[in-house]
């Protein structure tokens, strides 16, 4: 073979070369294009994927806190006089509650932690269950959160006191379905509420939702402005 | 309301007489949330706080005197707002707007008479109606004539310290009762699922030989119908909350006597077996009058 038929033959072999490496870059592209794309669909419309903002949803009708005497798991009697001027964060328990409980209590703990330098922003925890959940009960618990007993108040005391509170203030009681039950009906237990300064319910927010926290705070700071 | 209205008047007219000497004018600082203005705007009526030195929260419709004093307000609107009082007059001024439309306007207030709903010791307990481990319909009335220990759990239950330990217990109960001579004999055990579309009868029954054995004497098991559990849940203060296949709930004990009064409960799950054998003993040696 010629040297020159040689040099034909490479400058052959390098034009295919050339397209080899142009057709596998645009068909590596267009897989990575076309997996995103999936990746992308795969989340449900309307679902919010773990980086979408918790919403805030207003409260369906006027809500104001109600007056309570309550007993935190110190033993010591918290009233609503007790909570004037704050931004209170609740949330709503039964210790037995295996399921969403200990996520919502987890998220309360985050929200307790970004807001250390807000000594205005306290946290309530009102138990459903008062026959079960004791102060003592509620101290073990508390210590599961590493709960601030001076910041995070988690109330039980007199049935009827815990569910006109919860009642009135926070939940509405229409669930009707005897299998997802629980006394006083009250439905979206899973929720976070923010009350304002000014004892407003201003916002709940799904206590399940990954980045509750961040938005519990991100609205704290809004109602400030 | 109205009522409410009248008084509120009433206490004005009184809080006039003592509080103004002729002339003067008292202004107090109030804040509240507006349930809704008067077409002429010359009324407002507002959900208020109590108003310190002067009246407790309620709410009641003011007269306004400057119906400028409420450009730009509307129902659901919360306000911070002076009342002023005079010998013969009072009306609302110096309306200032702190949050636009809080939120719709109701009056909602959730009343729970937990002792009028819980049943307590003494109480009679309202038959109801089961479908046991056979496939068959229970009926708590078929046990008249034996005390009962009933208690709540479901198989798929996953947790040693919950609904296993309630079994459990029901177990160490049974046989205390069983190798006691001396005890009585019309005393039963009764567990119940609240999650009677998996708790289908043969789940129960193969279910029941883990705690039981073959031997059923005694000790029943049985999955609840939801008109039941409708009817027994806010009486016994009990809670059970479907998600997928699990349940969160809490825990429920009941012993009834051979009449069908209740004559203890047991809560949550610190109680123990031979607590729970000598509340049957008792249970079953009841007499009535």
Known sequence: MSNAAESRQSSEERLFLSIAVVAVLILGLGYLGLMLALNHREKAPGVPGPTDEAVALTPDHARQLVDFSLTDRTGRTVTRADLAGQFLVVDFLFTSCSLTCPVVNRHMAQIQQLTTNQPDVKLLSLTVDPRDDTTAVLAQYGLKFAADTNRWWLLTGDKSVLYHLIGTSFLNADLDDPFTYMPGNFSHTERIALVDGRGNVRAYFDGLSENVAAAVVTQIGRLRQ | ?289
């Open chain 2, 1 to 289: 309301m109205k009522a409410w209205s009248y008084l509120g008047a009433l206490l004005l007219a009184l809080a006039g007489v003592v509080a103004a000497p002729a002339g003067e004018i008292k202004t107090y600082a109030a804040h509240g949330l507006v349930q809704g203005i008067a077409d002429d705007r010359r009324a407002v009526t507002i959900h208020h706080d109590a108003i310190p030195g002067y009246m407790m929260g309620m709410t009641m419709e003011f007269p306004v005197k400057d119906t400028n004093d409420l450009a730009g307000i509307a129902a659901g609107d919360e306000i911070n707002f002076t009342l002023a009082v005079s010998e013969t007059d009072s009306w609302v001024q110096n309306v200032r707007l702190l949050a636009h439309h809080v939120s719709e306007v109701t009056s909602n207030t959730f009343v729970f008479h937990s002792d009028s709903v819980e049943l307590h010791p003494g109480d009679l307990l309202p038959d109801g109606t089961l479908r046991s481990e056979s496939g068959g319909t229970l009926r708590f009335s078929d046990f008249h004539g034996q005390a009962v220990a009933f208690t709540f759990f479901f198989t798929r239950c996953p947790l040693p310290d919950y609904c296993m330990r309630m079994n459990r217990n029901f177990a160490a109960a049974r046989q205390i009762l069983l190798s006691d001579t001396h005890a009585p004999t019309n005393w039963q055990f009764l567990s119940i699922s609240f999650d009677p579309e998996f708790d289908q009868p043969e789940v129960l029954a193969s279910y029941a030989q883990l705690y039981r054995g073959e031997e059923s004497r005694h000790w029943l098991f049985a999955a609840v119908f939801r008109d039941t559990l409708r009817d027994l849940a806010p009486r016994l203060d009990l809670m059970v909350v479907h998600q997928g296949d699990a349940i969160s709930h809490n825990l429920r004990t009941v012993v009834i006597d051979p009449r069908g009064r209740i004559t203890s409960q047991f809560d949550g799950n610190a109680w123990t077996p031979e607590q729970l054998a000598d509340a049957l003993r008792q249970a079953a040696q009841t007499t009535h009058p």
